[in-house]
């Protein structure tokens, strides 16, 4: 004899010989545990498979300093498009490159002692050409052009 009556959330489901009360709570616990996984397995791939990243946006033509303002070796941090760049000069040439690293998006910084753009998240290290050196980034850091008029310096996309 049945203690339960059909369609109450105790009866069995007459087949697996579980209770339907038993069947929510596993369902219930499952989906406590999916989005947790769907966090890591997100994080893996995007780890693995970075974003494509460029220069994003019209190409601006903006003074970002004075040829005065650096000596080579030097460099100038500056927002292009409200994104972080910096000016390298590079004995008497200029050069601009993104900051946002290539692999996972942290901003590098230009170390003038060894001449190296340097990732603080996963130790990429870019060269002044902003080609990658070392580490996980996948791709130079990307370049603006760079004018220099009448002791003026201007970049664009
Ligand atoms: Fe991973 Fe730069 S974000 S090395």
Redesign the pocket.
């Known amino acids: 004899m049945t203690a339960h009556k059909q369609g109450s959330p105790s009866a069995h489901d007459g087949k697996t010989g579980i209770t339907r009360r038993e069947l929510l709570v596993n369902v219930l616990v499952g989906l406590t545990f999916l989005g947790p996984l769907a966090t890591v397995v997100y994080s893996a791939v995007r780890y693995l498979i970075p974003p494509a990243q460029g220069i994003k946006g019209a190409a601006e033509h903006l003074q970002v300093a004075l040829v005065s303002d650096l000596t080579a070796g030097q460099s100038k941090d500056f927002l292009y498009n409200d994104a972080p760049y910096a000016l390298l000069r590079v004995g008497e040439e200029f050069r601009a490159f993104s900051k946002i690293?290539t692999?996972?998006?942290?901003v590098?910084q230009w170390k003038a002692d060894d001449q190296t753009f340097r990732?603080p998240?996963?130790?990429?290290v870019f060269d002044a050409n902003g080609a990658v050196i070392s580490?996980?980034?996948p791709r130079p850091l990307p370049r603006l052009k760079v004018e220099v008029s009448a002791g003026k310096v201007y970049v664009s996309g």
């Open positions: 690293c692999h996972l998006g942290c590098v990732c998240c996963h130790a990429a580490g996980p980034a």
